[in-house]
């Protein structure tokens, strides 16, 4: 099955609108899908090995997404032949105390992938402008200086907090660490479905969580919020990418094809041995080979 990757990315566009964008795939899985996913799997994987070797560069990983938009999901698939050894997965939750008395990005930078991992972030900075743009009384417990009530959490606090991240991002970015952002684009119908799903199995039970149904009421704020955040943090350098998310399988082949694309874009090498380490090499042999 071909992909063209281009036609998920966002191109810059403070006007941006998800409109245009897909939330599933017509047609059915293509024959031999759980072999294509298997292959780029082990691909991952190798080229992940060949980062950890490298130690000089970075990848972090973002999913964004509604509730039941398969973040979970995609992450353990895609990365399940992975070495546990090179990535690590957060999930932010509400900040705890300590992350409150920081400022927002604190919390994110300091759980950031170390040279020659891979992190993924499963929510992330953004819930920032996206959760707290849908409630801006969550912004009053930052205890921000000259904002004391929600009026002053206007369009001008908006704009100032997308700069804010985009600044964030370039820094990571020009000091080693790649990053890929992934809004999972599911359908209101398809979400319904999932979080039925969930109360009808009992195998899914742990899932649910009431609140889920109540942010659901803000479906529309919600739309608008990513609308805003994804046209103002898509950059050259760290585009986001609008994945159709009704159809788990097409989900997790498009992210892995973009996961190996950008590996590969790294140009990662291992390391080569210098000429001290080559005669350690050759010494350490000839005792091993001496042995009896």
Known sequence: MKIDIE?????PDKEFSLAPFKTGIKGNPPEGLKAMLQEDSERIAHLQNKLYAENQQSLLIIFQGMDASGKDSAIRNIMAG?????????????????ELNHDYLWR???????????????????????????????????????IKTIEEVDDKFWKRRFRQIRNF?????????????????????????????????????????????????????????????IGNTSTKKNPWFVVPSDDKWFTQML?????????????????????????RLSSAKKLLLEEK
Request: aromatic fraction near 10%.
């Open 7 to 11: 036609d998920f990315q966002v191109k």
């Open 82 to 98: 992975v070495n546990p050894q090179g990535v690590e997965v957060t999930s932010f939750k509400h900040p705890s105390d300590l």
């Open 108 to 146: 994110h930078y300091i759980r950031l992938p170390q040279q020659g991992q891979i992190g993924i972030f499963n929510r992330s900075h953004y819930e920032n402008v996206l959760i707290s743009k849908v409630h801006p009384r969550l912004v009053l417990a930052e205890r921000i200086p000259g």
């Open 169 to 229: 991002e370039r820094t990571i970015h020009d000091t080693g660490t790649q990053i890929l952002k992934f809004f999972l684009h599911i359908s209101k119908d398809e979400q319904k479905k999932r979080f039925l799903q969930r109360i009808d199995q009992k195998q899914k039970h742990w899932k649910f969580s009431e609140a889920d149904i109540t942010e659901r009421k803000f479906w529309d704020q919600y739309q608008s919020a990513y609308e805003q955040a």
């Open 255 to 279: 992210i892995s094809k973009i996961i190996i694309s950008k590996l590969e874009d790294m140009k990662i090498k291992y390391p080569v041995a210098d000429e001290e380490l080559e005669a």
